[in-house]
Nanobody, 121 residues
Framework: QVQLVESGGGLVQPGGSLRLSCAAS????????MRWYRQAPGKQRELVAA???????NYADSVKGRFTISRDNAKNTVYLQMNSLKPEDTAVYYC???????????????WGRGTQVTVSV
């Protein structure tokens, strides 16, 4: 069994910063990539940022220059540093990991429960 646990969400004023963390645990053989998605009310879930085990990254245009994704492979943890937050960033943020597990050594995606980020005065 694999679990992803997010932390760091909350309420912040426009222009403020938050750092999200996501730790993967359980029957993990290797992690190919970890990603952050978000979904605002009435909108489709979108990819915010992604990082491979080798450190290659990509970002949504809407967050490029403001958000930074990083990882600690030894801890199976991914981070999302969010700066200069805007009200439009308000959403539930979901952690995603594409990994190979140790139960049949199958490669598949796993999802966290999500954490609420609210940017408001």
């Amino acid at each position: 069994q694999v679990q992803l646990v997010e932390s760091g969400g909350g309420l912040v004023q426009p222009g403020g910063s938050l750092r999200l963390s996501c730790a993967a645990s359980g029957s993990i053989f290797s992690i190919n990539a970890m990603r952050w998605y978000r979904q605002a009310p009435g909108k489709q879930r979108e990819l915010v940022a992604a990082i491979t085990s080798g450190g290659s990254t990509n970002y949504a245009d809407s967050v490029k220059g403001r958000f930074t994704i990083s990882r600690d492979n030894a801890k199976n943890t991914v981070y999302l540093q969010m700066n200069s937050l805007k009200p439009e960033d308000t959403a539930v943020y979901y952690c995603n990991a594409n990994l190979r597990n140790t139960v049949g050594f199958m490669t598949q995606d796993y999802w966290g429960r999500g954490t609420q980020v609210t940017v408001s005065v």
